[in-house]
């Protein structure tokens, strides 16, 4: 089985980072198994953007799941897509909530839910999670197996 990548621009080529994550280009393909219900999981837990107040670098564990209807998307457009914000300074809610909808603005998938595990600022873990609905029924949904916060315990 073979995928059609003839309208992707960076796979296969030597891109250079997005310089913001408005500027990124998220890219999607087919997915092979249209009218199946499955959980695609992407995991990203070197995360990086900026603290818009002073600059400094903030760090998360990202967790993305999703249930697609026609399209998946396409992988190293979605790392591009992430790293972008390593330069871009956003408080954390702003950037977890922006990087699921813009897979969903993109893919239009049945349901997507995003784990947006931040390590501490000032002491403090924020922990930033949304989805588009309910859970579907039936559906093999694991556990996004970030534990919370415990510093030193």
């Not at 249930?67 to 956003?90: C, M, Q, Y």
């Not at 931040?118 to 093999?140: C, K, L, S």
């Amino acid at each position: 089985m073979t995928t059609d990548v003839s309208g992707l621009t960076q796979l296969g080529r030597a891109v250079d980072a997005p310089a913001s994550p408005e500027t990124a280009v998220l890219e999607r393909v087919p997915s092979p198994h249209r009218g199946t219900r499955y959980v695609v999981r992407f995991t990203a837990p070197e995360f990086t953007s900026l603290c818009p107040m002073t600059g400094q670098p903030d760090f998360a564990h990202l967790v993305i799941d999703y249930i697609p209807r026609d399209w998946l998307v396409e992988s190293k457009s979605l790392k591009l897509f992430l790293t972008s914000f390593r330069n871009h300074g956003a408080f954390h809610e702003d950037c977890s909530v922006y990087v699921g909808k813009r897979i969903v603005d993109l893919l239009e998938p049945e349901w997507l839910r995003i784990g947006a595990y931040w390590y501490p600022r000032g002491g403090i873990p924020i922990d930033v999670f949304w989805q588009t609905g309910p859970a579907p029924e039936g559906v093999w949904l694991p556990d996004q197996g970030v534990p919370p916060y415990r510093g030193r315990g």
